[in-house]
């Protein structure tokens, strides 16, 4: 859908970089027209109401004009500065996976209100005192699917036979579950666990208030974290720089306080 | 610009990479410098060219300095058992000016930032936890941007000193969620240094 000349959208500051002394250029990530760039003039001021308004991981409404080259922030006003996401190291790094995430799976002016509910349902649901691990997850599944990407998980998707109850493998370049005997004809398939099979089926298709009830032991959790990631990493053909950075927050953690919660 | 004759095209082009010059403003320095005299032109250029072979980073503190330690990592009469933290070096100037600060500073020439791969190793942190395990140190005062990354930063710092057994404390919120310290305005900056907090 393209812009009029002027026009209000409803968005998520998903990225921010200094434009010149006191401008800052947004990155957003709007209900109405999907992810967009625009101008937040004296934004880097003193005293800038805007600037506030237009941090990243922030929930605006804004008026925005259309410019030459770059539209222009106009007016704005906070719906959810989300401050429980930024009180804590551990789920203020979530938040900026989510973001870069939403970043490098969207292209400008293609708008995907699924995708945008998801987004800010996400950011809600990391300022809940639940465990992140469930949140990042059911995240992945569904950006997966929002953007086209749906894993197979019901069949092998490469003979269509129905999945037995054993150990089966994950293909990040078939896009789904391979049986064993398909998996050997294929060069990378990581085996699948069963409990990790039934849980990415449970969650693909239910709420977030059943997917969070599940009880996802450490082993379960990377070996889940290692399939969607994988896929990820394969269909962007890049690597994930928060990730690094969630890596190396675990790893500080010694008293796992960060990761508990 | 190909209607400029080259040395003039290649100071508008050199003034147009630094901040807030514009090519309008680049070719009126330009055309400015060209009338002055020949003297005064050197004296510039040479000025430029000291900045860069007479100025390093303090080996202490990483701030911008003409001697090393710095003349603030040097002084008597400041308290060192407290050191402030900061992410440029221009953010030192203002915390000066409000003469309300007396301690050490440490310069940690930029915030993590995930998605762009900045993290600890791209920063002085480890130079700070070094400075740490001085066990003089009694207080850090985190005064870094109140912005998203500048807040990753403040959280980290207050992770890994809070288990040295050091008060971590941030500049009150005086400083709008956004803001730049270097444009802060000393009565905003004088309450926020006064005001500040411990980590909760
Ligand atoms: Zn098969
Ligand atoms: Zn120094």
Not at chain 1, 232 to 256: A, C, F, H, P, T
Not at chain 2, 17 to 35: E, H, M, N, V
Not at chain 2, 51 to 74: A, R
Not at chain 2, 175 to 191: C, I, K, R, S, V
Request: charge should be neutral; include cysteine.
């Amino acid at each position: 859908m393209s812009r009029p000349r002027n026009y209000r959208a409803q968005a998520v500051v998903i990225k921010q970089i200094k434009l010149g002394e006191f401008d800052k250029l947004l990155t957003l990530y709007t209900s109405e027209f999907g992810k967009l760039k625009a101008v937040a003039k004296g934004a880097c001021r003193p005293g800038s109401k805007l600037g506030g308004n237009v941090e990243p991981l922030t929930h605006s409404s804004l008026s925005l004009a259309r410019g030459r080259n770059l539209d222009i922030i106009t007016q704005s006003q906070i719906i959810n500065g989300f401050p429980e996401l930024k009180a804590d190291l551990w789920t203020l790094s979530c938040s900026l996976y989510i973001l870069e995430l939403v970043d490098l799976f969207t292209m400008e002016n293609s708008a995907n209100p699924a995708l945008f509910e998801l987004l800010l349902g996400t950011l809600h649901r990391l300022t809940e005192m639940t465990s992140k691990e469930i949140t990042l997850r059911y995240f992945e599944l569904h950006l997966l699917d929002c953007s086209g990407y749906h894993p197979q998980l019901q069949k092998c998707v490469r003979c269509t036979s129905p999945l037995k109850s054993i150990t089966n493998f994950f293909s990040p370049r078939q896009g789904g579950v391979l049986c064993p005997l398909c998996a050997e004809k294929e060069f990378k398939a990581h085996p699948l666990s069963v409990t990790a099979l039934k849980t990415l089926r449970l969650w693909e298709s239910c709420d977030y208030a059943t997917a969070k009830r599940v009880n996802l032991r450490p082993a379960l959790s990377s070996e889940l974290a290692q399939v969607l990631q994988d896929y990820i990493k394969y269909l962007l053909q890049r690597e994930v720089k928060s990730i690094g950075w969630l890596e190396e927050l675990k790893k500080s953690s010694v008293d796992n306080h960060y990761r508990t919660h | 610009m190909s209607f400029f004759i080259e040395p003039v095209a290649r100071l508008v082009r050199e003034f147009g990479k630094l901040p807030g010059i514009g090519p309008k403003s680049a070719q009126r320095l330009t055309y400015y410098l060209l009338r002055e005299t020949d003297e005064e032109a050197r004296a510039l250029a040479e000025a430029i060219l000291s900045l860069k072979k007479e100025i390093g980073l303090c080996s202490i503190c990483f701030n911008v300095t003409d001697h090393d330690p710095c003349s603030i990592c040097q002084s008597k009469e400041r308290n060192h058992a407290t050191i402030c933290v900061v992410e440029k070096p221009s953010d030192i100037a203002p915390l000066e000016r409000t003469g309300k600060y007396k301690g050490l500073y440490h310069v940690l020439h930029g915030t993590i930032n995930p998605a762009q791969g900045i993290t600890t190793e791209n920063l002085r942190i480890k130079e700070l936890l070094a400075r740490l395990q001085d066990s003089s140190i009694e207080e850090v005062i985190i005064a870094i941007n109140p912005n998203m990354e500048g807040e990753t930063t403040a959280l980290y710092l207050q992770h890994i000193i809070a288990p040295l057994n050091i008060r971590v404390t941030h500049l009150a919120r005086g400083l709008p969620f956004g803001a730049e310290l270097e444009y802060a305005d000393d009565m905003t900056l004088n309450q926020a240094i006064e005001g500040r907090q411990e980590f909760k």
